[in-house]
T-cell receptor, first 112, second 114 residues
């Protein structure tokens, strides 16, 4: 069974540019989550999809972040325009029920 | 919202000794408490979890205890081995409601000394 895959693994962009992160969950997992870890700090919840619907987006920092999950399969997280404080590791996770999250390897985003 | 505190931030133990990592949570409605292990350069992986209807759960060398009254839970690793070296994250959530994103602790870097 393929795990959760994320693209790209690393992204280096300049302040003001746009970046789009992609997550492919485990097939059949309706629940998809985005998390972010800023260096040395905790992993913070960003949002939760159930199929294509946003169940909870209370962790999204501001309106520069836009997440989509068209068709209830893969998801994208766009940051536009990127700021320095957006740097960190962005993790995607999926689950069949609300327990037992399976994480992707993360996207290391560096905003210069 | 939920707030999870995790201690210590770094823990160094001799191989073969036990390691204990402690977490406290603030929301008494939280009912699901997983622990994740993240080895260097790898993804976080679930190693054990506990639900609020039990006080303790064991899986080989790993155990987790939960004290709902005090709102704290702990990870216990016995007979530590070099491969136990990693960052461990505790988390808490209310699972069953509409908003069930995990709230994570800041992580504990566990170092196993040979």
């Amino acid at each position: 069974e393929a795990g959760v895959t994320q693209f790209p693994s690393h992204s280096v962009i300049e302040k003001g540019q746009t970046v789009t992160l992609r997550c492919d969950p485990i097939s059949g997992h309706d629940n998809l989550y985005w998390y972010r870890r800023v260096m040395g700090k905790e992993i913070k919840f960003l949002l939760h999809f159930v199929k294509e619907s946003k169940q909870d987006e209370s962790g999204m920092p501001n309106n520069r972040f836009l997440a989509e999950r068209t068709g209830g399969t893969y998801s994208t997280l766009k940051v536009q325009p990127a700021e320095l404080e957006d740097s960190g590791v962005y993790f995607c996770a999926s689950s069949h029920n609300r327990y037992g999250l399976f994480f992707g390897s993360g996207t290391q985003l560096s905003v210069l | 919202g939920e707030n999870v505190e995790q201690h210590p931030s770094t823990l160094s133990v001799q191989e073969g000794d036990s390691a204990v990592i402690k977490c406290t949570y603030s929301d008494s409605a939280s009912n699901y408490f997983p622990w994740y292990k993240q080895e260097l350069g790898k993804r976080p992986q679930l190693i054990i979890d506990i639900r609020s209807n039990v006080g303790e759960k064991k899986d080989q060398r790993i155990a987790v205890t939960l004290n709902k009254t005090a709102k704290h839970f702990s990870l216990h690793i016995t007979e530590t081995q070099p491969e136990d070296s990693a960052v461990y994250f505790c988390a808490a959530t209310y699972s069953g409601g509409g908003a069930d994103g995990l709230t994570f602790g800041k992580g504990t870097h566990l170092i196993i000394q040979p």
